[in-house]
């Protein structure tokens, strides 16, 4: 059925723009100020959303660190402290910090990496075949 597809292209679609919504400290902090966090459904919603963890629909996120942060949501002490501002700060700062070291050691990794595929520079044979 051509609807079925579209309505479940429309909620993948929906589904895949929330879940790395929840990479933004700053989003789970305008949740959890409002209330989202402490209501049931919303964290049955959180719950059933786990299925992002598989391979299958987890190569279509931009944004994987968000399935670190769904981990953590599903912790009611975790959620309790978003509605702290200075949580969601501290959560933004030590994410800055991972993709500031991640960059600098992937930068490094593909250089020597690079070093080592690069074929060793031979000197040439003393004496050319072709002067003789």
Same mark, same amino acid.
């Given at each position: 059925?051509? /609807?079925?597809?579209?309505?479940?292209?429309?909620? %993948?679609?929906? &589904?895949?723009?929330?879940?790395?919504?929840?990479?933004?400290?700053?989003?789970?902090?305008?949740?959890?100020? /409002?209330?989202?966090? =402490? &209501? /049931?459904?919303?964290?049955?919603?959180? !719950?059933?959303?786990?299925?992002? !963890?598989?391979?299958?629909?987890?190569? %279509?996120?931009?944004? #994987?660190?968000?399935? +670190?942060?769904?981990?953590?949501?599903?912790?009611?002490? %975790?959620? !309790? &402290?978003?509605?702290?501002?200075?949580?969601?700060? %501290?959560?933004? &700062?030590?994410?800055?910090? +991972?993709?500031?070291?991640?960059? =600098?050691? =992937?930068?490094?990794?593909?250089?020597?990496?690079?070093?080592?595929?690069?074929?060793?520079?031979?000197? #040439?044979? +003393?004496?050319?075949?072709?002067?003789?």
């Amino acid at each position: 059925c051509l /609807r079925g597809a579209e309505q479940a292209r429309n909620r %993948f679609q929906s &589904e895949l723009e929330f879940i790395q919504c929840l990479a933004n400290p700053n989003y789970l902090n305008f949740l959890a100020q /409002r209330g989202f966090l =402490r &209501e /049931r459904p919303f964290i049955n919603y959180l !719950k059933y959303l786990l299925y992002w !963890k598989e391979p299958e629909y987890a190569k %279509f996120l931009k944004y #994987p660190h968000c399935l +670190h942060m769904l981990e953590l949501l599903q912790y009611e002490h %975790f959620r !309790k &402290e978003l509605v702290n501002a200075q949580c969601a700060k %501290f959560i933004d &700062e030590q994410q800055l910090l +991972h993709w500031q070291h991640y960059s =600098r050691k =992937r930068t490094r990794l593909q250089q020597a990496l690079a070093e080592q595929q690069q074929p060793q520079q031979q000197p #040439p044979p +003393h004496g050319n075949a072709a002067t003789k």
